[in-house]
């Protein structure tokens, strides 16, 4: 049986280029070297992390890819090694705190606070790494009270960007991803899952912006320290 998700399995990748429809880095360069599957392809022809700097230190970490890759290669830990490699800031995910966003969107309270007037936007990265186990109930979730969601046609969440690597945000673009994330949506609130995202998504839609520990009565702090208030 082949070993699905070692970090070597990016001899498997044949080049479908599925994982570039909800590449950040690709949308943002529209260079193939900047997408999981440059950064494979240039790897079986025996490049190295160095030789891939530009392209790796630009991910953000979202995670999308991982999702829709029909080899299952373990993309994010094929760069998280090359960042380390190339000696960049450690690129695996915070473990999340309890409760977590996904874990405050299950409480019936907070979800029948969110209606058909709401942009609900799902932190991308946590949501790519347990993405087998949640996506039904983000469906559910959705369908149950109307709201839109950062989700495109293979529901895969449209990362927003925020909260990435120092390096990979001096070369991405936040605000133009969040332009795109809510385009041709109609909504008059949104409801944010990351604290970070609260920001630029009001100064990008102009509209009210909530965190959704807020309608819990929780309070979470920008590195995830939480209080009842
Ligand atoms: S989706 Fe997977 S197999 Fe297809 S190009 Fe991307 S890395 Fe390669
Ligand atoms: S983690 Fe996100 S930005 Fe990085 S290669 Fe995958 S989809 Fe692109």
Redesign the pocket.
């Known amino acids: 049986m082949p070993e699905l998700l070692s970090i070597s399995s990016y001899v498997d990748c044949h080049g479908c280029s599925l994982?570039l429809l909800?590449?950040?880095?690709?949308r943002a360069h529209r260079d193939i070297m900047f997408?999981?599957q440059g950064i494979a392809k240039a790897m079986q022809s025996e490049a190295s992390a160095e030789d891939l700097r530009e392209s790796v230190s630009s991910?953000?970490?979202?995670?999308?890819?991982d999702t829709v890759c029909p080899e299952n290669i373990d993309?994010?830990g094929m760069?998280a090694q090359m960042w380390s490699e190339i000696a960049l800031p450690k690129a695996m995910l915070e473990p999340e705190v309890a409760p977590s966003p996904f874990v405050m969107s299950c409480d019936a309270s907070v979800q029948a606070q969110i209606g058909k007037d709401d942009l609900y936007v799902i932190d991308a990265a946590p949501f790519h790494v347990h993405y087998a186990e949640r996506v039904t109930h983000y469906d559910d979730l959705r369908k149950n009270t109307g709201c839109s969601m950062n989700l495109d046609l293979n529901r895969v969440a449209i990362?927003t960007g925020t909260g990435s690597a120092a390096e990979a945000l001096e070369k991405f673009d936040v605000k133009k991803q969040v332009q795109w994330l809510v385009q041709g949506r109609d909504f008059k609130r949104v409801i944010v899952e990351n604290r970070a995202d609260m920001d630029v998504l009001r100064e990008i839609t102009g509209k009210p912006v909530f965190c959704i520990s807020e309608l819990l009565g929780v309070v979470v702090g920008s590195r995830g320290e939480h209080a009842a208030s």
């Open positions: 994982c909800p590449c950040p880095m690709w997408s999981p991910c953000i970490m979202c995670g999308a890819c993309l994010i760069i990362p």
